[in-house]
């Protein structure tokens, strides 16, 4: 195959009568050309792209920094942390409001909300209000902290 004389050659792919399949009878690559040969690179269009991530089953567990050892493991969807009794996780800190933090899980990423707490949220120092969580970032929200461990 001799490159120079194929890179020479006028290739014309928007012309009328342009034959789809010289770039494959080449051995090149012709983006136009579709392949006649069953199950041909079939499986990659169907399966379509996945992020690295995809498969993968992770779990996310927010974990109170006490020395109590408590936990919580996300449930996809909403979960809500906070001192009152509709809080999935809650918190017996007077500093944390009923519902002071929504962290929105889908199974591979964790989404942080306040709430509108009176004293605010923190991750890793920084005040937020929405904040995509990464493993080992540190929640606080009152006199409380939370690990994160996404795994």
Do not use: C
Not at 66 to 82: F, K
Not at 91 to 96: F, N
Not at 97 to 106: E, V
Not at 115 to 120: A, C, E, K
């Amino acid at each position: 195959y001799d490159q120079q004389a194929y890179g020479q050659q006028k290739q014309s792919y928007a012309q009328p009568g342009y034959d789809q399949q010289y770039g494959a009878q080449q051995g090149g690559y012709d983006q136009g050309y579709t392949a006649a040969a069953p199950g041909y690179d079939q499986g990659y269009q169907q399966a379509g792209y996945q992020s690295p991530a995809a498969g993968r089953v992770l779990t996310a567990t927010l974990q109170l920094e006490d020395g109590s050892g408590r936990y919580y493991q996300l449930r996809e969807g909403s979960n809500i942390i906070g001192r009152g009794q509709d809080a999935q996780f809650r918190l017996p800190d007077t500093g944390v409001s009923r519902r002071h933090i929504d962290i929105r899980w889908d199974g591979q990423v964790a989404m942080l909300s306040d709430l509108g707490s009176t004293n605010g949220t923190t991750v890793n120092g920084a005040s937020v209000q929405d904040w995509q969580l990464a493993d080992g970032d540190v929640i606080r929200a009152g006199h409380s902290e939370i690990l994160v461990r996404i795994l």
